[in-house]
């Protein structure tokens, strides 16, 4: 739900006048520097790229393919080995079961907070419900439940399923 939210407020904010002349201004900064070096910092989420400038100034960027997420999708086997380079004693000697691997969807429910004014409950609900303007998703999630086990899905992992067979690789 607070992707919605976000995208709108994208928008919004790259059509409007004052969206339009902050990103000329960043163009503006951008346009004809000379980059002299580029680093690289672990920012927990995401690999952050600085571009270090002629002028000793820095520009920092956060590119998608850097986000831990594409990381881990994108390069499971180098981190699989260097995780058996930092826990040796965990590297599993041959898989000695023959048990399938499967993949469990457990249904949670999840409270997500949103910040709006408005006059009363009712309409700050209607307002939310429409992502309206002033609506502003705070990024604050909660867990609330676990649904039932009747509930759940699962189906047995094809061959080449990196989900299950890092779960399988971790119990090991």
Same mark, same amino acid.
């Given at each position: 739900?607070?992707?919605?939210?976000?995208?709108?407020?994208?928008?919004?904010?790259?059509?409007?006048?004052?969206?339009?002349?902050?990103?000329?201004?960043?163009?503006?900064?951008? #346009?004809?520097?000379?980059?002299?070096?580029?680093?690289?910092?672990?920012?927990?989420?995401?690999?952050?790229?600085?571009?270090?400038?002629?002028?000793?100034?820095?520009?920092?960027?956060? *590119?998608?393919?850097?986000?831990?997420?594409?990381?881990?999708? *994108?390069?499971?086997?180098?981190?699989? *080995?260097?995780?058996?380079?930092?826990?040796?004693?965990?590297?599993?000697?041959?898989?000695?079961?023959?048990?399938?691997?499967?993949?469990?969807?457990?249904?949670?429910?999840?409270?997500?907070?949103?910040?709006?004014?408005?006059?009363?409950?009712?309409?700050?609900?209607? #307002?939310?419900? *429409?992502?309206?303007?002033?609506?502003?998703?705070?990024?604050?999630?909660?867990?609330?439940?676990?649904?039932?086990?009747?509930?759940?899905?699962?189906?047995?992992?094809?061959?080449?399923?990196?989900?299950?067979?890092?779960?399988?690789?971790?119990?090991?």
């Amino acid at each position: 739900m607070g992707d919605v939210c976000d995208t709108n407020d994208i928008e919004r904010f790259l059509r409007s006048q004052k969206g339009q002349a902050h990103l000329e201004e960043i163009r503006k900064m951008l #346009l004809g520097r000379t980059i002299t070096d580029v680093t690289f910092s672990n920012e927990v989420h995401v690999i952050a790229t600085t571009l270090h400038f002629d002028d000793g100034e820095n520009f920092v960027l956060f *590119q998608p393919s850097l986000e831990v997420e594409a990381i881990r999708e *994108q390069f499971e086997d180098v981190l699989e *080995q260097e995780y058996y380079e930092d826990y040796p004693e965990r590297k599993p000697e041959g898989d000695e079961t023959m048990d399938k691997n499967y993949n469990v969807g457990v249904r949670e429910v999840h409270v997500r907070m949103y910040s709006v004014k408005a006059p009363d409950e009712e309409r700050a609900k209607e #307002l939310v419900r *429409q992502r309206g303007v002033g609506v502003v998703d705070t990024g604050q999630e909660e867990y609330s439940h676990e649904l039932g086990s009747d509930t759940w899905s699962v189906e047995e992992a094809k061959h080449g399923d990196k989900q299950a067979e890092h779960t399988a690789n971790q119990e090991t």
